[in-house]
């Protein structure tokens, strides 16, 4: 001890300013390296040497992440051939823009719809409901000039014209009951009616379609208007509690239309579906559409979740699991749940209340905030209903999240993640909605432990290059009361205390 004294009291400054360069230099290095490990790798590397070579050593054992489900490896495959990175859908459950959008816009006078999002609709009325023979009826050809209309009234007013020409003009029903209706029980009067003029439209069609190419583009056009009149007819039977009929309509549709199965009308099935606890139809529907062949979507993903988790969500417990471990059911049921958070990790918040909901967008982006929004909006009353769910996606969401792929290039079970999704939101989601952005790490514990270190050491060796003898005052204070609390503590350990006299 005494050379030691020594030693520390013949130090110069300027030994003290070339310890603190190079060890904030060497603190520098280590910091540089880790970020670059980090960005590249999405891991730590000094965390990682610890998990994978000293833990094992000291007696630990490793948490793997879960494997992949059998099908991962060719779902995986198929969607990076088939699946665009960005490609925006119409929203299966989309709302009414006279009975919801705009009674939302007359309460909290806010626009729930952006202009890109409504001028993605007039794009996709355009293509569905006009063809090249709309010029041999009068009727038709003012309907194509509403589609484009940007003003609502102007679009309104169009179809009055429209049914002035033409009583049967089933496209003009349509306008009427999507804006101007204001309740849902007018806008099913409306689709009613348009009902009535589609189909007998329809058979004219498909009794000439075969006369030539004009014809067949004819029946195509007439075909969208049939099947988006029964759909948006089954979805107000559903909104006015008449659930069991919306989901005959709905599967009468498909059986009718099979092949318009790009549609998405399963999704509108599978919540009508939950919203009678058939639970078993629910199951039979994602066993023909949860298929490695078709696009995911948040409703499939989390939907197959929830019904896992229905299995043992009632009497699970963070704590009885984590002593007695997983049973094979709970381990369906948390990687169900892992499959859907690597889908799309936006979901859980909305889900558990963390953030709060906004009317869905008439479009979706698959995998992105406002698929989210458009899920949680109709489905968080199911998860609701079944006891213990939203417990079980509580405890597991955070850990399943954490053991998603990181950078966004790579993926386990499904597609690298889009990294373009954060701006295409922004268009989609009105400007008062605090759009999502994910996937979002946060950085291991050792970037900020070496970013500090090597900040302080920096910060040491400027102190001590500007005032040198200040610094040497210092250290040698705080020497001296290191050894003193040495002392101290070798005497109290040594002399017996009156206790134990």
Same mark, same amino acid.
């Given at each position: 001890?005494?050379?030691?004294?020594?030693?520390?009291?013949?130090?110069?400054?300027?030994?003290?300013?070339?310890?603190?360069?190079?060890s904030?230099?060497i603190?520098?290095?280590?910091?540089?390296?880790e970020?670059?490990?980090?960005?590249?790798?999405g891991?730590?590397?000094?965390?990682?040497?610890?998990?994978?070579?000293?833990?094992?050593?000291?007696?630990?054992?490793e948490?793997?992440?879960?494997?992949?489900?059998?099908?991962?490896? =060719?779902?995986?495959e198929?969607?990076r051939?088939?699946?665009?990175?960005?490609?925006?859908?119409?929203?299966?459950?989309?709302?009414?823009? =006279?009975?919801?959008?705009?009674?939302?816009?007359w309460?909290?006078?806010?626009?729930? %719809?952006t202009?890109?999002d409504?001028?993605?609709?007039a794009?996709?009325?355009?293509?569905?409901?006009?063809?090249?023979? #709309?010029?041999?009826?009068?009727?038709?050809?003012?309907?194509?000039?509403?589609w484009?209309?940007r003003? /609502?009234?102007?679009?309104?007013k169009?179809?009055?014209?429209?049914?002035?020409?033409?009583?049967?003009?089933?496209?003009?029903y349509?306008l009427?009951?999507?804006e101007?209706?204001?309740?849902?029980?007018d806008?099913?009067?409306?689709?009613?009616?348009?009902?009535?003029? =589609?189909?007998?439209?329809?058979?004219?069609?498909?009794?000439?379609?075969?006369?030539?190419?004009?014809?067949?583009?004819q029946?195509r056009?007439?075909?969208?208007?049939?099947?988006y009149?029964?759909?948006?007819?089954?979805?107000?039977?559903?909104?006015?509690g008449?659930?069991?009929?919306?989901?005959?309509?709905?599967? #009468?549709?498909?059986?009718?239309?099979?092949?318009?199965?790009?549609?998405?009308?399963?999704?509108?099935?599978?919540?009508?579906?939950?919203?009678?606890?058939?639970?078993?139809?629910?199951?039979?529907?994602l066993?023909?559409?949860?298929?490695?062949?078709? /696009?995911?979507?948040?409703?499939?993903?989390?939907?197959?979740?929830? %019904?896992?988790?229905?299995?043992?969500?009632?009497?699970?417990?963070?704590?009885?699991?984590?002593?007695?471990?997983?049973?094979?059911?709970?381990?369906?049921?948390?990687?169900?749940?892992?499959?859907?958070?690597?889908?799309n990790?936006?979901? /859980?918040?909305?889900?558990?209340?963390?953030?709060?909901?906004?009317?869905?967008?008439?479009h979706?982006?698959?995998?992105g905030?406002s698929?989210?929004?458009?899920?949680?909006?109709?489905?968080?009353q199911?998860?609701?209903?079944?006891?213990?769910? %939203?417990?079980?996606?509580?405890?597991?969401?955070e850990?399943?999240?954490?053991?998603?792929?990181?950078?966004?290039?790579?993926?386990? %079970?499904?597609?690298?993640?889009?990294?373009?999704?954060?701006?295409?939101?922004?268009?989609?989601?009105?400007?008062?909605?605090?759009?999502?952005?994910?996937?979002?790490k946060?950085?291991?514990?050792?970037?900020?432990?070496?970013?500090?270190?090597?900040?302080?050491?920096?910060?040491?060796?400027?102190?001590?290059?500007?005032?040198?003898?200040?610094?040497?005052?210092?250290?040698?204070?705080?020497?001296?009361?290191?050894?003193?609390?040495?002392?101290?503590?070798?005497?109290q350990?040594?002399?017996p205390?009156?206790?134990?006299?």
């Amino acid at each position: 001890l005494l050379t030691v004294t020594v030693f520390l009291s013949t130090l110069t400054p300027k030994f003290y300013f070339a310890l603190t360069v190079t060890s904030s230099f060497i603190s520098g290095l280590i910091f540089v390296f880790e970020w670059w490990h980090f960005r590249k790798y999405g891991t730590s590397f000094i965390e990682q040497v610890s998990v994978s070579h000293l833990r094992p050593l000291i007696g630990g054992v490793e948490n793997s992440p879960p494997a992949p489900a059998a099908f991962s490896v =060719g779902e995986n495959e198929t969607n990076r051939q088939n699946m665009p990175e960005c490609k925006v859908w119409r929203n299966p459950l989309n709302l009414f823009r =006279g009975a919801e959008y705009s009674r939302y816009m007359w309460v909290t006078g806010k626009e729930p %719809l952006t202009y890109y999002d409504m001028n993605l609709s007039a794009q996709d009325h355009q293509n569905f409901f006009t063809c090249d023979t #709309d010029a041999l009826r009068p009727s038709d050809t003012v309907m194509q000039k509403a589609w484009r209309e940007r003003n /609502p009234q102007a679009r309104i007013k169009a179809a009055y014209q429209a049914l002035e020409l033409n009583n049967d003009c089933a496209t003009a029903y349509v306008l009427l009951a999507e804006e101007e209706a204001t309740t849902i029980v007018d806008a099913e009067k409306y689709f009613k009616q348009a009902l009535k003029a =589609g189909e007998m439209i329809y058979r004219k069609s498909q009794n000439c379609h075969s006369q030539s190419p004009q014809h067949e583009a004819q029946l195509r056009r007439d075909t969208n208007v049939l099947v988006y009149v029964k759909r948006r007819l089954a979805m107000c039977a559903r909104k006015l509690g008449r659930i069991r009929e919306a989901v005959k309509m709905m599967r #009468d549709l498909m059986k009718e239309f099979p092949l318009l199965s790009m549609l998405n009308i399963h999704e509108n099935l599978l919540e009508a579906l939950l919203e009678l606890q058939a639970y078993a139809d629910v199951q039979a529907v994602l066993a023909k559409y949860d298929d490695i062949s078709l /696009p995911k979507s948040a409703a499939i993903c989390y939907t197959a979740a929830l %019904l896992k988790a229905r299995a043992v969500s009632e009497r699970f417990s963070p704590e009885t699991a984590s002593k007695r471990g997983l049973s094979t059911a709970e381990i369906n049921a948390v990687e169900a749940i892992h499959r859907a958070v690597e889908f799309n990790p936006h979901v /859980p918040k909305y889900l558990l209340e963390m953030k709060s909901l906004v009317l869905p967008p008439e479009h979706i982006l698959k995998r992105g905030d406002s698929e989210a929004v458009a899920y949680a909006f109709f489905h968080l009353q199911h998860w609701k209903r079944i006891e213990g769910a %939203l417990n079980l996606l509580h405890c597991t969401w955070e850990g399943t999240f954490r053991m998603i792929p990181y950078p966004l290039e790579k993926g386990h %079970l499904f597609y690298p993640y889009p990294s373009c999704t954060e701006t295409a939101d922004r268009e989609l989601l009105p400007t008062f909605h605090e759009v999502s952005v994910y996937p979002q790490k946060e950085l291991p514990f050792f970037i900020h432990f070496t970013a500090g270190l090597c900040s302080f050491s920096a910060m040491l060796a400027l102190l001590t290059h500007q005032f040198p003898e200040l610094m040497v005052i210092f250290a040698k204070a705080a020497h001296c009361l290191t050894s003193t609390k040495k002392e101290k503590l070798h005497r109290q350990l040594l002399l017996p205390t009156d206790s134990t006299l």
